[in-house]
Structure formats: structure tokens, C-alpha cells
């Protein structure tokens, strides 16, 4: 829930447009109080003194607060005041000023410097924290701080690494002195060569290189995130001591830090076991049914247990198959033998992350904030040449760059999946939206379940030019590519005669190259025979970006040589007019 309070007439209207823009209502000062527990973010419009005096009572922790925003009363600065990072008031800060025409003012050291702070990473990985946090935030920022991710997280690009390491900072799930027992070697996720143009000597994955760690003055700080899962079986009525004590050995046998444990699983037979529930409270027991626990392979089997509960393992079984359900997991404590009970932890396995993002149309207010996120978020950024150019100030110190020219479309596709298969953190980015005629379609063609994949919508040039010609799209609509070069002409023909005897409105992506010149010609020759000669057709020429042309001829007139690669055609249905010069497509009925 996002709060605006103002108290002046110019508060009030400056509330008014932000609370459009953003979807947000403005509250009288004394409800405050009672609103701040279910606050994501609060804009005041008064001075700054003013507002620390009002939420200083009300904030407890930076991790729950709400972000505060204040605004000044001639609305010149959007100034982050509490909560910049972790409560998002750095972000809704930008977004206030956009609406405003405002300066926003961040003074969180990452954010400022456009950096990834260590903030940035215990949220990410909702870790634990072992050392100073502010010193090893200082030594991140000024590039003195040497990452460890000894479990290869895909994690945010870092700032490049200058000088001599006076901090480390260590991502484990073991506790301090048996990390290294169990690093995963580097060639199992470390990149194949450093990007020698970002200078950055930190390893993204895998361990980093030892004459660093050994650093004499070099101070620590670990960073626990929550990794592994206990699976837990036991004899009917057994003590919640027996339980917490054999769980206890996963740290004092195996050196795994108890902070790490995620979530705890058994065979649905001991969801109601009072001494399990009690030993784990308040974390919650996952069961499974014994069926689905006896089809999992497992080192420590027991035809024992098969008879007794219908599955040949509870423990090992329970484990790995919750930590499947978190994206999969490897057993690596097995069975650990109580009185009267059985433990075993599996921990789960961090996956690369591909982010595939539409970048609009090309104006910067166009381009969705998700989008802007995601590409912060990445430590690799997959593109052709122009596009990354487009976005270059939006990317984060220390983030390496593929970009590569026109045609290379199926090779940045397998390419940002193969990064991301290593275990980063990958941006591909086009423009439009990703998943019409772009990249999303390759790219997953070829991406497998051991990657997380996320989507950012794009502003397609359909919607883009719909916006510019007025309304064209009002009633239903087809796509359709008049490129060949993956579809055969005579599959297009058949579509575009479908799509013309149908009386869809009809949008062309790519209708005109220098060697594809004639067949926007052939296509509008099959829509005369269905439309009337004043249907209109309407153009859009490099929407949102500079030279941008819209242009609207009757369907008898239009003329397909004033058109390009760069242009999107849309032909009227037969019910769609021009209304005060805009292409106008009625929805169909009445309304009520």
C-alpha cells in the first residue's frame, strides 16, 4: 500500500497527480499511526524536518519499515529519506520525480553510485549475517571486498575490485572453518575467462583466487542464505529432545550452519508427530505421501522402514523430494541415525536466472520499470549492438556485455541460455516485447527446467503504433509477419488471405525491405477484394524514436514504396473509420 499525506493547497495538488500516476490516496496526517504497519512506501509532501519528527517514532527495522519519500513544496526534489534500498524509497523516489518533473535525491551509497550494495545481497539471498555489515559494505562499495560465493548464487553484477582486499565476504551454508571442505571446485561454475574489460577480479561463481583470500589484513563477514532442507523420520511418540539433537548433528558432525536449514519434510504419516512438530516450531513439517517417497532414489535405503511406513527411506527421500519442489537439490548429509529417529538434509541447488526483456519501443518512458530492474539485476546483458547501446546508462558497474550485430538473433538466444545454464544471472533484451516475433521464442526453445526464467513485457510496435493512429485495435486484431525468412511466402499468403476474408484488423510486422519490396503490394491487392475502398490503412515509422512518422491513407491510396523495415502497417477492418483523424475501430456492441 503506498500513502501520500500533504497539508499545504500545493501538497495537495502535487499529491493528486502522483496519486494518479502512481495509484496511490491521500491521507490525513493523523492516520499515519494506524496505516504505517501495512505501508509499502509513504510520500509526504512536507519539509523534511517535518516528516522525520512525524515517522521517527513509528520505524523499528530498515528490513520492515516502509520506504519514505518527501517532497518539497515547490516540488523541485523527491528526496529518499528512510527505508532507500530495502523499503524501496530510492526507487519511488525516480518514480515520484518522473510525475513531478522532479530532481530525485538518493544518498544510499549503492544506489548513488549505481552499484549493488551488500543491503542488496542479504535481500536477495534472504540470508543470515555473521561480522560487520558496514564495514564490509564500505569495502564492497569502494571496490576493497572480496566476494566468496562458494554456492554459486546468480548474483547482481559487483563493483569492479581495485587494490588490496581489506574485507571478504563469504556466501555459505557451513559454518566458519569447514567452508572449503565442501567448495564446489571452480571449473563446476566459474566463467571459462574473466572479462578483462570490466577489470572485475571477483568470481561470480566458484571460489576466488587464493592469493587474494589470503590477504593478510583481510577481515570477514558470511552470509548464511537459506539452502538446505532436513528431511526427518522417526518411531511413533519420539521425545522432541531425541529429534533436536539429532537434527544438532548436522552442525556439530557435518559443519553445516543450522541458520541455513529452509523448510523440513517427512512422510505424511508423521504430519501430526508431536515430538517432530515440537523440536522444529514454529517452521512448518512438508509431507508427502510414502508412494511418492518410495520412487525416489536414495544411498541408505531400508526395507525395514518399507514395511513399517510403505517407503524404503523417509529421511534422504523427504529430503530431496521438498527440495525438488524448491528447483531441485542434492543430498548432502545422508542419513543421520538417532534414538529413534533419522535425519538428512538436502540442500538446494541455486539456478542461473534468464531474464528476458522487452525494451519497447525505444522512448525511455515507454520502457516498462521492470524492465530497468531486471537489467540491474543481471550480471550479463545479451543483446545486439544497438539495443545495448540504448540501455548502456541503465547497467550497473562491473556487468559484462555480449553484443553482437543484425542476424545473430538464434545465437544471442543460445548463448544467453548456455550463460545462464552456468549459473548466472542473464539479461537478453530486444525490442518490443520479447515474445512477439523476438527473442523469448528462440531462447526457450532451447532453455531446460534447470534455469529460472523470467519475462518482462515490452510495449510491442502493435500497441505502439495503435497508440499513435487512435484506436485501430478496438475489436479483434491479427499479427502477421510478411518476413520469409523462417515462414515460406505461400504460408504467409494463406494467412493473409484468412486474416482479409475474416474482416480482422490486420497489423504487419516487417512489411517492406529493400529486397522484399513487392509483396506489401501483392497483400493489400487480397484486402481490396474484401474491404471497401476507404478502409483505412495506417502507418507508424520509428515509433518513439527520433524521425518518427504516422501517417493514415484510405486503403485505395495507400502507398506501400513510403514504407520500410522500420514501419508497422495496420489495415482497417471493414467496420473501422477515421474519426477526428484518428483510426477508430468500434468494439462491436453498445453499451448499456
Known amino acids: 500500500m503506498l500513502a501520500l499525506f500533504a497539508v499545504t493547497d500545493a501538497g495537495r495538488r502535487a499529491a493528486a497527480e502522483v496519486g494518479a500516476a502512481l495509484g496511490a490516496t491521500t491521507h490525513p496526517l493523523d492516520a499515519l499511526p494506524t496505516l504505517w504497519p501495512d505501508l509499502d512506501g509513504a510520500v509526504f509532501f512536507l519539509a523534511t524536518g517535518a516528516t522525520v519528527r512525524l515517522i521517527a517514532p513509528l520505524l523499528a527495522d530498515k528490513r520492515t519499515d516502509p520506504g519514505v519519500v518527501c517532497v518539497d513544496e515547490a516540488r523541485r526534489f523527491a528526496v529518499a529519506l528512510a527505508g532507500g534500498h530495502g523499503g524501496g524509497a ?27 550494495g551488500l543491503d542488496e545481497l542479504v535481500g536477495l539471498l534472504d540470508a543470515q549475517v555473521d561480522g560487520d555489515l558496514a564495514a564490509a559494505g564500505t569495502a564492497l562499495l569502494d571496490g576493497a571486498a572480496l566476494v566468496e560465493n562458494l554456492l554459486g548464487f546468480p548474483l547482481p553484477p559487483l563493483p569492479p575490485l581495485v587494490g588490496e582486499v581489506r574485507h571478504t565476504i563469504t556466501i555459505t551454508d557451513r559454518t566458519p572453518g569447514s567452508e572449503r571442505l565442501t567448495a564446489p ?28 583470500r589470503e590477504t ?10 537459506p539452502t538446505l532442507v532436513v528431511g526427518i ?11 533436536t539433537d539429532t537434527i544438532r548433528r548436522l552442525e556439530t558432525e557435518h559443519g553445516f550452519d543450522l541458520r541455513a536449514i529452509r523448510a523440513y519434510a517427512s512422510v505424511d504419516l508423521k504430519a501430526d508427530e508431536a515430538g517432530i512438530l515440537a523440536a522444529i516450531a514454529p517452521a512448518p513439517l512438508l509431507t508427502h505421501p510414502a508412494a511418492e517417497l518410495a520412487g525416489i532414489e536414495v544411498p541408505n535405503p531400508s526395507e525395514v522402514v518399507r514395511a513399517e511406513v510403505g517407503t524404503p527411506s523417509v529421511a534422504e527421500a523427504a529430503a530431496l523430494h521438498s527440495a525438488a519442489s524448491f528447483g531441485g537439490g542434492e543430498l548432502v548429509v545422508g542419513k543421520i541415525k538417532g534414538d529413534n529417529v533419522t535425519v538428512a538434509a538436502a540442500r538446494v541447488r ?3 536466472r534468464l531474464a528476458i526483456v522487452g525494451l519497447g519501443p525505444g522512448a525511455a518512458d515507454l520502457r516498462v520499470p521492470r524492465a530497468d530492474a531486471e537489467l540491474r539485476r543481471a550480471s550479463i546483458v545479451v543483446g545486439l549492438d544497438q539495443y545495448v547501446d540504448q ?12 553484443a553482437s550485430g543484425l542476424g545473430d538473433e538464434e545465437q544471442r538466444a543460445a548463448d544467453a541460455v548456455a550463460l545462464a545454464a552456468k549459473g548466472y544471472a542473464v539479461a537478453l533484451i530486444g525490442s518490443g516485447d520479447a515474445g512477439v516475433y523476438a527473442m523469448a521464442s528462440p531462447a526457450l526453445q532451447g532453455a531446460g527446467d534447470d534455469i529460472d526464467v523470467v519475462g518482462v513485457p515490452g510495449v510491442t510496435a ?17 499479427l ?19 486474416a482479409a476474408a475474416a474482416n480482422f484488423v490486420t497489423c504487419f510486422y516487417n512489411p517492406r525491405s529493400r529486397d522484399r519490396h513487392w509483396q506489401l503490394g501483392a497483400v493489400l491487392d487480397v484486402f481490396r477484394e474484401h474491404r471497401p475502398a476507404d478502409t483505412p490503412v495506417g502507418a507508424v515509422r520509428q515509433s518513439g524514436r527520433p524521425g518518427q512518422r504516422v501517417w493514415c491513407k484510405p486503403l485505395s491510396e495507400f502507398d506501400p514504396t513510403e514504407v520500410d523495415m522500420l514501419t508497422t502497417v495496420v489495415v482497417g477492418s471493414s467496420a473501422t473509420r477515421m474519426v477526428g483523424g484518428r483510426m477508430v475501430t468500434p468494439r462491436g456492441y453498445r453499451w448499456a
Open 90 to 116: 530510492n526507487a519511488l523516489a525516480t518514480r515520484v520525480a518522473a510525475v513531478l518533473g522532479a530532481e530525485p535525491v538518493i544518498t544510499t551509497a549503492s544506489d548513488a553510485a549505481g552499484s549493488t
Open 350 to 352: 541455486p539456478r542461473g
Open 480 to 498: 502477421i509477419s510478411l518476413s520469409d525468412l523462417h515462414t515460406p511466402w505461400p504460408v504467409i499468403q494463406e494467412r493473409v488471405a484468412a
Open 391 to 402: 540501455v548502456a546508462h541503465l547497467l550497473r558497474p562491473g556487468t559484462e556485455v555480449h
Open 462 to 478: 502493435a500497441l505502439s503504433a495503435a497508440a499513435l493512429l487512435g484506436a485501430p485495435l478496438g475489436h479483434d486484431h491479427v
Open 233 to 243: 523420520g522417526s518411531a511413533r511418540g519420539v521425545p522432541a529432545q531425541a529429534v
Open 216 to 225: 593478510a589484513d583481510s577481515r570477514g563477514t558470511r552470509l548464511v542464505p
Open 185 to 212: 571446485e571452480p571449473s563446476t561454475r566459474a566463467p571459462e575467462s574473466a572479462d578483462s574489460r570490466t577489470g572485475d577480479r571477483r568470481l561470480a561463481h566458484g571460489r576466488p583466487p587464493t592469493r587474494a
